[in-house]
Nanobody, 124 residues
Framework: QVQLVESGGGSVQAGVFLRLSCAAS????????VGWFRQAPGKEREKVAA????????RYADSVKGRFTVSQDKAENTLYLQMDSLKPDDTAMYYC?????????????????WGQGTQVTVTS
């Protein structure tokens, strides 16, 4: 079992940056893909970014491409999401997720593990 705990959210003005962290109880050798999702009030959960646990090119939602960067520190069992040039539309609860079956599946929301979320609020 892998537990995921997000941190780093907050309330900021548009244009600034935030860095979210996702601490894993352990990075299991079985993990294949790790990533971030978000859900705004009244909206469906949407994918944000994902990266293969073994490395490789990350994937991003079109809405965050060029502004957000996903990375991982295996030594620290931590996944990060650097969010630059934040917009009010980025306001949402952000969730860390991981699965055992690959990024293509995680991209459709099929995660084995989910964090509790961290709130990001961006005001204009």
């Amino acid at each position: 079992q892998v537990q995921l705990v997000e941190s780093g959210g907050g309330s900021v003005q548009a244009g600034v940056f935030l860095r979210l962290s996702c601490a894993a109880s352990r990075f299991s050798d079985d993990l294949v893909c790790v990533g971030w999702f978000r859900q705004a009030p009244g909206k469906e959960r949407e994918k944000v970014a994902a990266i293969s646990f073994q490395g490789g090119s990350p994937r991003y939602a079109d809405s965050v491409k060029g502004r957000f960067t996903v990375s991982q520190d295996k030594a620290e069992n931590t996944l990060y999401l650097q969010m630059d040039s934040l917009k009010p539309d980025d306001t949402a609860m952000y969730y860390c997720a991981a699965n055992l079956i690959g990024c293509s599946r995680l991209w459709t929301g099929r995660a084995s593990y989910w964090g509790q979320g961290t709130q990001v609020t961006v005001t204009s």
